[in-house]
């Protein structure tokens, strides 16, 4: 998911993810990991070891501090398999995993955001995931059904989901409460919920607290806030064949109409390079966020933020999302994969607690229900937001259509181009995608 620098030292896997997702960060650097080119050959088990599996990720930051913790528990917690961690920067990981997968020479297990394994899948480069949870005794029923259905090909899970990440509704109590827009309970006054109704309560904000934004929107990766509200509206990037572009319609020039609107009457500053750190900082009332951002900003209760689910402005609350899984190559041999599958069940099954602290909602359904999650703040709110995820259309061009999308989306708002025309050529572009 890329994310936002200040708030969570994270970036998105990969420069297209980088446009869409809020949600992974790297540092090579960081707690000793290795550059690609300095990995050693992970070694099988001999007699009396354990077997060695190399693993590849892009994890930085606050979401590497959690992804050690959930190593370091699988290595000490057993001696038949070791674990031995790669961190790639963001911005090469993709590509780097790609010629790994290519070559048959990498990592023995990795991260993939859910939208990318579809290239892996139709190259049959990653395996089936089915068969090796049952042979470690790993339920695969214990992860949500919405998870399991967004990596199944051919009626075969292709991943292990390790969570669902997605924006949150995120609340400043105080400026709301000087704007006189704050319930007894915590939770914002907002008016009717139509694009002129959450004008309004914008408007209400600037009056009476006009030294702030009423919202930061997050123009450097304009597709997240675009998407969520298209999405509200019943929108879709494909034709259900993905065979065409659907984004030259009504429902995308409303969404980008409001946004100009919210733009030009300053509710918000179109030219904030760091929305994320006005946010943080007080300088804003609403902000669509990341749930990764949970630990910087709901766990310090001295900022008196809020986080509830996007608010159905266009109508629902179908909202983007994404989801980091594991993969196992083609090319591992049975015994590691074997002992990658182990990995898998104990970061699900066990490493799911951890990871749902980073703010992600973890995708195995045990976790989630359980007290220790519960008891974490807002998490209520986070598993409604979950119930509600769209995610990317399953096709193997869905880096380069989105990485498109992402480049007419900034010249439509920063006015080169008109909504109506800027729509019109972001439908031809991805046509043009699709038909190569």
Avoid at 62 to 83: L, P, R
Avoid at 341 to 361: D, L, N, P, R, T
Avoid at 401 to 426: R, Y
Wanted: with cysteine; aromatic share 10%.
């Amino acid at each position: 998911m890329r994310m936002n620098k200040s708030l969570t030292s994270v970036v998105t896997a990969g420069l297209a993810l980088a446009l869409v997702l809020q949600g992974c960060s790297s540092g090579n650097t960081e707690n000793g990991a290795a550059k690609a080119s300095d990995e050693p050959a992970a070694t099988g088990s001999t007699e009396n070891s354990p077997v060695e599996i190399s693993f590849w990720n892009m994890f930085g930051g606050g979401e590497g501090e959690f992804v050690d913790q959930i190593i370091k528990g699988f290595n000490d917690s057993q001696q038949e398999v070791t674990v031995k961690p790669l961190r790639l920067e963001s911005n090469e990981y993709y590509a780097k995993l790609g010629t790994a997968l290519s070559s048959s020479k990498g990592p023995d297990v990795a991260v993939a955001h859910v939208e990318r394994i579809s290239p892996f899948v139709k190259a049959q480069q990653i395996v089936p995931v089915d068969e090796l949870a049952s042979k470690v005794g790993f339920d695969l029923k214990q992860i949500s059904d919405s998870n399991i259905k967004s990596v199944s090909y051919d009626g075969k899970p292709y991943a292990v989901p390790l969570d669902t990440h997605f924006h949150m509704f995120y609340y400043n109590k105080d400026i709301l409460k000087q704007a006189n827009l704050l319930n007894e309970d915590g939770t914002p006054k907002l008016d009717d919920m139509t694009p002129a109704g959450f004008e309004k309560t914008l408007s209400e904000i600037q009056a009476k607290v006009p030294d702030v934004q009423a919202m930061a929107v997050n123009t450097p990766y304009f597709q997240e806030p675009f998407l969520n509200l298209y999405y509200e509206s019943g929108g879709e990037l494909l034709n259900p064949e993905m065979t065409k572009a659907s984004i030259n319609n009504p429902q995308a020039l409303d969404v980008l109409n409001f946004y100009k609107d919210v733009f030009n009457k300053k509710y918000a500053d179109l030219n904030d390079k760091t929305p994320w750190d006005t946010f943080h900082n007080g300088k804003a009332a609403f902000w669509f966020g990341g749930v990764w951002e949970a630990g910087l900003l709901l766990g310090d209760e001295s900022l008196h933020i809020g986080a509830m689910p996007l608010p159905p402005i266009f109508g629902s609350q179908t909202h983007w999302g994404s989801s980091h899984t594991l993969v196992i190559p083609s090319y591992v041999t049975p015994e590691k994969q074997e002992a990658a599958a182990k990995f898998m069940k104990y970061f699900s099954e066990v490493g799911g607690e951890v990871w749902g602290q980073a703010g992600h909602v973890p995708a195995n359904s045990k976790i989630t229900e359980s007290e220790a999650y519960k008891s974490l703040p807002y998490r209520s709110e986070f598993i409604e937001g979950q119930k509600t995820v769209k995610f990317a259309p399953p096709t193997d061009k869905y880096t380069t259509i989105i990485t498109t999308v992402s480049e007419g989306l900034q010249n439509i708002i920063f006015g080169s181009e008109t909504p109506e025309d800027g729509l019109a050529k972001l439908e031809k572009q991805i046509n043009e995608v699709l038909e190569n």
